[in-house]
C-alpha cells in the first residue's frame, strides 16, 4: 500500500519564525518527492520539487530529504501570515506514473 | 499563456444523473491526471492517461470513466454509480516522468 503520512496540525507559528513541516512514505524505491501549498479553496501551486538527499534551498523554503529514514521536510523561514494555508506532500512511487498525496498539513501564522 | 483550463468552476446536479467535467491543456504534456479532494483531506487519485487512446485506474476509480482522444483533453465523467460525487474535483498534467503536477483551477461538483 503506497502511503504519505503527514501531520494534520494545525501548526501554528508566529510571523518571523521557521515553521517546520514533516512527511514520511512508505516505498523505500522512491525518487521524486514535491511540496505543494494549497489556499482555502484553490488549487495545490507546486513550491519545492527534491530528487536527492540533502537540502534544496529555494528563497525562504528548505526542502530536506532523507531517503534511508523515508523522510522528506519543508522548513519555511521568516513565516508571514500569507504562508498560512494547507501544505501538501506528494512522492513519486518507484515504477509509478502518478504523484500520492498526504492529507496535508495545516499553517497557520499569526501576525 | 500556457496552462490547464477547467470549467465550468461550480457545477450542480441532482442525484443520478451523470456529469462531465472538462479539462484542457495547452502544454503540450503527454500525461494528464485526476484527482479528487473532499474537505480535509488529500487528493485522491481517479484516473490517469499518459498517451492519447490510453488510461488507467487510479485509487478510486469506481463510478468514474474518461476519455482521451486528443493529447490536449481529458474530460472526466461522474456517473450515477458514483455514491459520493461531491467534491472538488481538479486536472492536472506533467511534462515527463520525474517532473511534478501542473493543477488547474479545479472543478466544485455539488449532487442533492
Known amino acids: 500500500q503506497k502511503e504519505v503520512e503527514q501531520n494534520s496540525g494545525p501548526l501554528s507559528v508566529p510571523e518571523g519564525a521557521i515553521a517546520s513541516l514533516n512527511c514520511t512514505y512508505s516505498d523505500r524505491g522512491s525518487q521524486s518527492f514535491f511540496w505543494y501549498r494549497q489556499y482555502s479553496g484553490k488549487s495545490p501551486e507546486l513550491i519545492m520539487s527534491i530528487y536527492s538527499n540533502g537540502d534544496k534551498e529555494d528563497g525562504r523554503f528548505t526542502a530536506q530529504l532523507n531517503k534511508a529514514s523515508q523522510y522528506v521536510s519543508l522548513l519555511i523561514r521568516d513565516s508571514q501570515p500569507s504562508d498560512s494555508a494547507t501544505y501538501l506532500c506528494?512522492?513519486?512511487?518507484?515504477?509509478?506514473?502518478?504523484?500520492?498525496f498526504g492529507k496535508g498539513t495545516t499553517l497557520s501564522v499569526s501576525s | 499563456d500556457g496552462g490547464i483550463t477547467q470549467s465550468p468552476k461550480y457545477l450542480f446536479r441532482k442525484e443520478g444523473q451523470n456529469v462531465t467535467l472538462s479539462c484542457e491543456q495547452n502544454?503540450?504534456?503527454?500525461?494528464m491526471y485526476w484527482y479528487r479532494q473532499d474537505p480535509g483531506q488529500g487528493l485522491r487519485l481517479i484516473y490517469y492517461s499518459q498517451i492519447v487512446n490510453d488510461f488507467q485506474k487510479g485509487d478510486i476509480a469506481e463510478g468514474y470513466s474518461v476519455s482521451r482522444e486528443k493529447k490536449e483533453s481529458f474530460p472526466l465523467t461522474v456517473t450515477s454509480a458514483q455514491k459520493n460525487p461531491t467534491a472538488f474535483y481538479l486536472c492536472a498534467s506533467r511534462r515527463e516522468a520525474n517532473s511534478p503536477l501542473h493543477f488547474g483551477n479545479g472543478t466544485r461538483l455539488t449532487v442533492t
Open positions: 506528494a512522492v513519486l512511487y518507484q515504477a509509478g506514473t502518478a504523484l500520492i
Open positions: 502544454l503540450n504534456h503527454d500525461a
